[in-house]
């Protein structure tokens, strides 16, 4: 079975950075495209940025030039280092790896979800 597991939320001052992990791990023959997605109360989940096994990436245009994307195809972990945080970036961040086993085409998965709370 596999499973996605972040880490790396808490809280922060606006201004600052947090740096979160989500490590995937099971019976897993390859990993497509990585991703973090976010969700703020009352509000759709979101996407913030999207990374391919060959290093593509992909933001959204509220955290280009503060959020870094970046893998560890090793380790089947991804990452999202996150500075210049602003209160708008609170929200529960999500990760999502598109995942084939040895029994499975590609499927998409996600992790429990992580909270990142800007506020002074």
């Known amino acids: 079975q596999v499973q996605l597991v972040e880490s790396g939320g808490g809280l922060v001052q606006p201004g600052g950075s947090l740096r979160l992990s989500c490590a995937a791990s099971g019976i897993i023959n390859s990993i497509d495209a990585m991703g973090w997605y976010r969700q703020a109360p009352g509000k759709q989940r979101e996407l913030v940025a999207i990374i391919n096994t060959g290093g593509s990436t992909n933001y959204a245009d509220s955290v280009k030039d503060r959020f870094t994307i970046s893998r560890d195809n090793n380790k089947n972990t991804v990452y999202l280092q996150m500075n210049s945080l602003k209160p708008e970036d609170t929200a529960v961040y999500y990760c999502?790896?598109?995942?084939?086993?040895?029994?499975?085409?590609?499927?998409?998965?996600w992790g429990q979800g992580t909270q990142v709370t800007v506020s002074s």
């Open positions: 999502n790896a598109l995942i084939s086993t040895f029994k499975s085409y590609p499927s998409s998965y």
